[in-house]
């Protein structure tokens, strides 16, 4: 399975995700099947709330699914509608997500767990 994760800066596998998927500068596109990883740069990492569109930055990346660890629930349903399954990512590195992920051990998000806004009572989750 290839799948994306947004990070802060590029250390392969050994990457720390980013807190939020649209606005990461990186994207990793690691393959569970060979641990091979990919960088991308988010070119639309600066963006108003709800006005993002990393799926620009992912186009011909062959993604099967995102692991984040915090996304809007617009995206989420976006996401979904493009054949993308969304997990939640549970551990600090992409290493250890990729491993949790092999034994299908991490979450999918729903759109209700989706952050609806930064400050103001947007009940963001991370």
Same mark, same amino acid.
């Given at each position: 399975?290839?799948i994306?994760? %947004?990070i ?5 596998l050994d *990457?720390?995700?980013?807190d939020h998927?649209?606005?990461?500068p ?7 099947? *060979?641990?091979?990883?990919?960088v991308l740069?988010? *070119?639309?990492?600066h963006?108003?709330?709800g006005?993002?569109?990393p799926l620009?930055? !992912?186009q +011909?990346s062959?993604?099967e699914?995102?692991?984040?660890r915090g996304?809007?629930? +617009?995206?989420i349903?976006?996401?979904s509608? =493009?054949? !993308?399954?969304v997990?939640h990512?549970?551990?600090e590195?992409?290493r250890?997500?990729v491993e949790? !992920?092999?034994?299908n051990a991490?979450a999918e998000?729903s %759109?209700?767990?989706g952050?609806s806004?930064?400050?103001? +009572?947007? +009940? =963001?989750?991370?």
């Amino acid at each position: 399975m290839r799948i994306c994760f %947004p990070i802060e800066r590029n250390e392969g596998l050994d *990457s720390k995700l980013s807190d939020h998927f649209g606005s990461a500068p990186f994207f990793l596109v690691a393959d569970t099947e *060979s641990d091979e990883a990919t960088v991308l740069s988010n *070119s639309n990492q600066h963006h108003s709330h709800g006005a993002c569109n990393p799926l620009q930055a !992912l186009q +011909g990346s062959g993604i099967e699914g995102v692991a984040v660890r915090g996304i809007g629930a +617009g995206a989420i349903v976006h996401l979904s509608r =493009c054949g !993308l399954r969304v997990y939640h990512a549970a551990e600090e590195t992409v290493r250890e997500n990729v491993e949790k !992920l092999k034994k299908n051990a991490l979450a999918e998000y729903s %759109p209700s767990q989706g952050c609806s806004g930064h400050g103001h +009572g947007g +009940g =963001c989750c991370h």
